[in-house]
């Protein structure tokens, strides 16, 4: 069974709301998901709908003669040529995320969460706070119990990871709210490495562990 | 926010909607082949004016709006080329252009999307009987969903698509549980997949 993700971001991402981190969740995740891509191109449909039976504004009369001498001119004559997807030669990385690593996994800023547990930030911020990261958890390792103060979306790009919910595997997408209490463990297959975009810190719920929750900064 | 309501259910025959865009797919195939502007004229008649409301919707002053709308019909001039009729009929294309644009010139940082040339990308696997229905017939079958939709789904998908809302701002603008907004996007969005089935 795969975990594919909920309609309701994929809406987000098709009508152009979503912020720009659940935008890269969103469009790495299309890329590894044929489902998700059929459904996707319905809610672009929709938005081609939508155009269609909008009240139309007049245009400027002279728009068109302006338009004509601007494409006379050669502006935007680059556009003519396909832009070449930036890729790293690691394909477990798609493209829309490759742009946020050209230099390598490696050479990201990795900061151990607890043993078995890294995390490296991306440069890509919403307006709304939400922040992307890769998370990687060595094989059999688990994330310390815990809940969430805002919602947390993680796509699985590489071996696979499990909770009481369910195994998660590439391509796959764990959503959880400050309604869900988790453990993840990864599978014993290999690390697990995952995109992670959230709006708000975890919250520990472990026995002792919920004492850290003060230096908690995501 | 203009007080204006796009109209997305009286007055359109929504039947017409797979042989216009069959037409409007002819007239961006002479603008690829011939850089015929007489056709790409007829285009933008049609689209100039609607992705200038689509702009204007999402909060674009008139100059911006009228500004962007050229950006996006250069687009349309320049990438004729790469438009599929498979892929999608040429309102959703231009809908896609105008949608990119106005996060390019909002965010000024490139929108993420997949690219089927990546050798991470994971490819469709032969399409499913249902699923062969060409992009065209899927827009018809769309506007019919929608025009028989429950005034309150309607309104969810017009906040989405014309305000700039993601799920969660819909739910804190009207005021109602989150809950409530997912479970009516995701009643609106099961009734224009029933209508695929039914029909693709």
Known sequence: MTHAIADEFLLDHATGAASAPVSLLVATHLALNPAARWSYRQMESLGGVMLDTIEPTKADPDALAKLFARIDRGDGADLEHASMPVTTRDVRIPAPLAVYMRDGLDLLEWKQLTRGVEEAPLDIHGKQGDRAMLLRIAAGRAIPKHSHRGVELTLVLDGAFGDARGVYARGDVCAADETIEHQPTAELIGDCLCLVVSSGPVRLTGPFMRLLNPFLTR | ?200
């Open chain 2, 1 to 200: 926010m203009p007080d204006t309501q796009p109209n997305i259910r009286g007055g359109l025959s929504v039947a017409s909607a797979p042989s216009q865009s069959f037409e409007h797919g002819g007239l961006l195939l002479r603008v690829a082949r011939q850089q015929d502007r007489a056709a790409f004229t007829e285009l933008f008649g049609y689209y100039g004016p609607r992705v200038k409301s689509y702009l204007a919707r999402l909060g674009a002053d008139a100059a911006s709006a009228e500004d962007l709308m050229q950006d996006v019909m250069l687009v349309v001039w320049r990438r004729a080329s790469t438009y599929d009729p498979q892929q999608a009929a040429v309102s959703t294309w231009i809908f896609t252009i105008a949608r990119n644009k106005r996060i390019d010139a909002l965010r000024r940082d490139r929108r993420p999307n997949f690219d089927p040339s990546d050798p991470g990308f994971v490819p469709n696997a032969p399409p499913e009987p249902d699923q062969e229905a060409s992009a065209a017939q899927w827009e018809g079958h769309i506007a019919t969903a929608i025009a028989a939709m429950p005034a309150e789904q309607a309104e969810m998908i017009r906040l989405a698509y014309f305000n700039d809302l993601s799920h969660s701002d819909i739910a804190a603008r009207l005021g109602v549980p989150l809950g409530t907004v997912k479970s009516r996007l995701r009643l609106a969005l099961s009734r224009l997949r029933l209508r695929f089935a039914d029909k693709g």
